[in-house]
Structures are given as structure tokens and as C-alpha cells.
């Protein structure tokens, strides 16, 4: 039985993450943090240009959004939480581009 996508969702967000065995030192992750922050700011510009681009799409297409954007709205949504879990000291594992992109 395939994987629903409530299933997949939570097989991304909270699944297997190999946490480094050790750890940035406190300026290495200032770095990062100031790095991901901006990555961050990116993702939301990002995010508001596609919002209006799949709310156009759905105007047109009686209601009908389009798949891929709806699904790299997913993505971006996942990564951004990755990218938050660093910034708030949840985890140690630095989001795309330092690991895979899931």
C-alpha cells in the first residue's frame, strides 16, 4: 500500500538524521546561523512569488492549483523547518546544501 502524504511528510520531517558525531565550535555556527538566516529570507521571497504565481494558476483553472508548484511548496515548507531546527539548537544537522536535500 503506497505511503500517504501525510506519511511522507513526517518520514521527511522527522525521520532518520545521522546527527554529526562532533560538534562546530559556537563561531563556526554563528557562521552557519548567519548563512541559513539569510538562505531563510530567500525561502520566504521565494515562497510569496509562488504563492502568487499558483493563486493566478488556480484563478484561471477553475480551482485547480498546479501539482509541481504545490509540491515544491512542500519542499520549501520542509526545508525551511530543517534550516529552523538548526537556528534554534534542535538539532546539529545543517539543511541543504551541507546535507541531502530530501
Request: proline share 5%.
Amino acid at each position: 500500500m503506497p505511503a500517504s502524504d501525510e506519511d511522507k511528510f513526517q518520514g521527511r520531517m522527522h525521520g532518520e538524521q545521522i546527527e554529526p558525531d562532533t560538534q562546530d565550535s559556537l563561531w563556526w555556527r554563528l557562521l552557519f546561523m548567519i548563512l541559513i538566516a539569510i538562505m531563510i529570507n530567500l525561502a520566504q521571497t521565494i515562497l510569496a512569488v509562488v504563492t502568487v504565481i499558483q493563486f493566478i494558476i488556480m484563478l484561471v483553472s477553475n480551482r485547480q492549483p498546479n501539482e509541481r508548484l504545490a509540491d515544491f511548496g512542500t519542499d520549501l515548507g520542509i526545508w525551511i523547518a530543517k534550516a529552523a531546527r538548526f537556528q534554534t539548537g534542535a538539532s546539529e544537522v545543517k539543511p541543504w546544501p551541507w546535507t541531502e536535500l530530501d
